[in-house]
């Protein structure tokens, strides 16, 4: 269609295009490139509106219904703010999933970034190897949120377990640790961190932006190592510091996988790995509930929306940006 | 799928017409497969037929199990297609685990299988929210033939009245142990009918004899902890009702405690990998306790992922408080188009003797009585034999069969494992989980 409107550029009528092309209204021009503009993008349109956008606007009236899943849409009964009312004062999973969630992400994200921020220091050094070292330490990330990563770990964190053995040759008892309602979450935590190869890989190319003069001037005022880290190196990471914690976050809060591989989908031992996504889905897709499901999920969402928006607000306080005026 | 083809097919031509000189008509052909591909996508999505090319009717039937069950059912469908040369099966199965999920999913979208197994967990939330067909004026029209099932067993698929389903395979709850171990330590096997101090004495003896757990704890078991209540003279659930009160449940706990604190059960966190239903994890196969606690049915499964001879008897206490159970049920979907031929197959498949035959008791019990002594008569596996042979035996000691459990039944399950492990790992006393456990009950089934 978009094509039809626009002369094809045959060769032998070059001139005559050129011509064409000064005596065309500007309006029509803009008008015929705006309508290709939207045929191309139309398979993601297409997919933003059915996958993403229609989806969240059902989901948001649903979360205001008793909707079942087994029930049919057009007899859902209307229940206003029951569902948020519930959540919010009658359903102590709910809580407890939200003390579950924070958790998480409370200690796995700090220590993940400073995990990758670490190793990206090693690796920031001109030695023999290092490119291979860091694909090796990219490699656990490019695993993501995989089903066969979470049963590995699950089995290396038995009462039988690999790691036990390994603590067995220095005569330490190990603990059953996915099996503990006060480990098993810990035990997810150090899965997550380990998985630090993404925020590296982004700290690693922030470290090369650093200007070395910086560090010259500073060897040459005397500055140490660790002056140097913290009155160089960090400030000017700091926007990329502020990337990595805007978006691990959020993936802190989302994890769901591996809780959901290692409880058999349950939340267990005794919900202590009882995520937020995971309660979700339990209401959901287990329990039916899924107008109750969709108003859990809306709450998560602006809550999200809040935490990141706190970031950006104190993001003026420590990010410093070298280019351009601002700090 | 379709749209997956259509790119490729492109793909070929296209790297044709790059050394070709008209740059146009490459594009014009780029922009005809960009264009493409939704419209594909969209032509797939409405491509469902329901009677194909061929002119056939065709029936979608979802189910879930191992492979072997898949063979099975596949050649019983096989025959009917043959019986019936204008009928058709559109096959879905899958593991257990995230069956319910999906099969939940496909009925949100309207788009749920003709025929879909389902169990008694889930039957009364399908049933009551009338997502089956009542079967019922089937049944008296008599083009579903149930005279030959046992009365309660097809009862137990009654629910408000209507029947949600058919059962398919009966069986009950089966105690089974580990008789290798024992027989290596000169130890007694356990008994139908001892009660409940006696088995666990009787596992306190195993632990310290063969330094493996004597048994699993149940506690967190919900068909054992109904197999006890009705031996209480209660129930689960009574009427819309819970049928037991936070002192039972605080009994019932207790008296693992007990069993936990003689050494008679493993430690709580290899109870918890117990607590799993996956077959493949119960302790009596994965030797961390000499007895599990499962349904008679499972003892076949059971075999095929341990070396070590297995036993099965009732649970203990007195048997009559087990009842003939449907393990499963097909149903048919109420906006099936083609509800007749669903009923017929699911007619065939319970009644034909020949399908009958090709399904033997995987499913448990073949529900017709006539065809479970066909099958009686033919079945080889020994597993298999000596789970029917038990079912027989307690058959004639049966109780009553209870009611369909109600809706909200699954959450009773989770939250009674969620309570009876705070228990097991010491985190709460046993009347502290029973209040709260029998108060997250009446939340889930209100």
Known sequence: MALTTAPAPTPPAKKSVRAAAKTRRPGRIRHGEGLAGYVFLSPWLLGLMGITAIPMLLSLYL?????????????????????????????????????????????????????????????????????????????????????????????????????????????????????????????????????????????????????????????????????????????????????????????????????????????????????????????????????????????????????????????RFWVHYSDGDGH | MHPATSPTADAPAARGHRTAPRRAGLLRRLTAAVLAVPLVLGAAACGDDDAGSDGKIEISIFWWGGDARAKLTEEALALYESKNPNVRFKKTWQANQGYFDKLATLTAGGDAPDIFQIDDNFLTEYASRNATLDLMPYKNEGKLDLSKFPESLWQYGVVDGKLAGVAFGENTQGLVYNKSLLAKHNLPEPKTGMSWEEFIAWAENVSKTTKIPGTMDPSADYKALWVWLRQQGKDLYKGKDLGFTVEDVTRWFELWKGARDRGATPTADVIHEGNATDITKQLVVTGKAATSFVWANQMPELKKNTTDELGVIAYPGDPSAQWARASMYFSVFRGSKHADVAVDVINFLANDPEAGKILGTDRGLPSNLEIRKAVEETVTDPAMKLSIQVENELGAKFGPSPQVPLKGHSKVRSELVKFAEEVQYGRQTPAQAAAAFVEACKAAIA
Not at chain 1, 297 to 304: D, E, G, H, T
């Open chain 1, 63 to 315: 979360s205001f219904t008793n909707y079942d899943i087994l029930t049919d849409l057009s007899d859902v009964e209307w229940v206003g703010l029951e569902n948020y009312r519930r959540m919010f004062t009658a359903d102590p999973s709910y809580w407890h999933s939200v003390q579950v969630t924070v958790m998480f992400a409370l200690i796995a994200v700090p220590l993940k970034l400073v995990a990758a921020l670490g190793v990206a220091l090693l690796l920031n050094r001109a030695w023999r190897g290092v490119g291979l070292f860091r694909g090796l330490f990219y490699l656990p990330s490019l695993l993501g949120g995989s089903v066969a990563l979470a049963i590995v770990w699950v089995n290396m964190f038995n009462r039988d377990g690999a790691f036990n053995s390994f603590l067995g040759l220095f005569g330490i008892e190990g603990k059953p640790w996915v099996n503990d309602p006060e480990w098993a979450l810990e035990t997810l935590m150090v899965l997550a961190i380990w998985q630090f190869g993404a925020p590296m890989v982004i700290f690693l190319a922030g470290l090369k932006q650093v200007p070395t003069e910086l560090y010259e001037a500073a060897a040459v005022d005397g500055a140490g190592r660790v002056r140097q880290f913290f009155r160089i190196t960090l400030p000017m990471l700091s926007p990329v510091i502020f990337f990595n914690l805007v978006l691990e976050t959020i993936n802190g809060f989302q994890g769901f996988t591996a809780a959901f591989v290692l409880s058999n989908g349950t939340g267990g031992p005794v919900d202590s790995t009882l995520m937020y996504t995971l309660n979700l889905y339990i209401t959901g897709f287990t329990e039916l509930e899924m107008g109750y499901a969709s108003a859990m999920a809306w709450v998560f969402l602006v809550a999200i929306a809040l935490v990141t928006a706190v970031f950006f607000s104190t993001g």
